[in-house]
């Protein structure tokens, strides 16, 4: 049995192909894994807030000196935290959205990259401390960023999975439905991309 944590960025609903695919991955790691228990955590039906002077004053500063609002956010922090630490596997829907993450993707890494919880420094500089996790991306797009000249273009997946690492957590595995929006293309990239789910 598994805890998994599905983390969903699309602001669509029934016509987002991330969830779609998202969704038939979380399928096949229950599969795998029968019993396992799934939380989501859909990032736009509990918006976080973008970051803010008073959310980088309450992390970089001592608990005890927090003002009732500063532990207000520090709780929440620490609570989005908490679902990473807790969880063995980790299922990102990422859309394309302008080359890069949704905002509401890039708020919430905002919120989970502090030093001490996700990561620390020493003097080897930064190390991750959500090692041992799995990690699942499924990226949707309208063009293609996995090959070919507009790869250099691709500021979605690589940051995931920069994000992660620093994290500590480097086992990643990227599913693709790409070229959604192209004639040819688009009326089987994402059924293609869910027959690709493999769980290892």
Sequence with gaps: M???LHIIS???????ASRK???SVIEKIQEKYPGSIVKERDLTKNLIPLLEEIHINTFFSPAESHSPEQQLINTYSENLISELQESDIIVIDSPMYN?????T???YFDFTSRAGYTFKYDENGPQGLLNDKK???AFT????YSEGPYQVYDSNVPY?????GFYGVKDVSVFRAEGLAIPGIMESSLQKAIESIVID
């Design 99 to 103: 080359f890069s993450v949704p905002a």
């Design 160 to 164: 995931i999975k920069n994000v992660f």
């Design 2 to 4: 598994k805890q998994i």
């Design 21 to 23: 695919l998202g969704n």
């Design 135 to 137: 990690l699942y991306i």
């Design 10 to 16: 699309s602001p669509r609903t029934e016509v987002s």
């Design 105 to 107: 993707l890039r708020a």
């Design 141 to 144: 797009s309208g063009n293609i």
